[in-house]
């Protein structure tokens, strides 16, 4: 059984930063994707970033290229989301998500199989 622990979020002025991980466990496929998403009230779950282990090829939405970054450790166990110069707009509740293989849309929700339980993410004007 895939499990998925999100940590890292909390509340941070405009313009500072914020690092999540993701812990995870349950899985040895050697092609897989993981990825970040976020879900604000009253608006639909978005992707954020995402990375195809196996290939290292990462995906970010447009909103976050440039301030947002995708890693995991060498032990391809845990992933992270740094985020820096942090938005208003980039407040949220933020899952990890993972997927056996590598999918066409890296970004799309629907695509994903497991999921953690989110952590909340609040920037303050």
């Known amino acids: 059984q895939v499990q998925l622990v999100e940590s890292g979020g909390g509340s941070v002025q405009a313009g500072g930063s914020l690092r999540l991980s993701c812990a995870a466990s349950?899985?040895?496929?050697?092609?897989?994707?993981m990825g970040w998403f976020r879900q604000a009230p009253g608006k639909e779950r978005e992707g954020v970033a995402a990375?195809?282990?196996?290939?290292?090829?990462?995906y970010y939405a447009d909103s976050v290229k440039g301030r947002f970054t995708i890693s995991q450790d060498n032990a391809k166990t845990t992933l992270y989301l740094q985020m820096n110069s942090l938005k208003p707009e980039d407040t949220a509740m933020y899952y990890c998500?993972?997927?056996?293989?590598?999918?066409?849309?890296?970004?799309?929700?629907?695509?994903?199989?497991?999921w953690g339980q989110g952590t909340q993410v609040t920037v303050s004007s």
């Open positions: 990375v195809a282990s196996g290939s290292d090829n990462t």
């Open positions: 998500a993972a997927v056996m293989g590598w999918v066409f849309v890296p970004l799309e929700a629907s695509y994903y199989n497991w």
């Open positions: 349950g899985y040895t496929y050697r092609r897989y994707t």
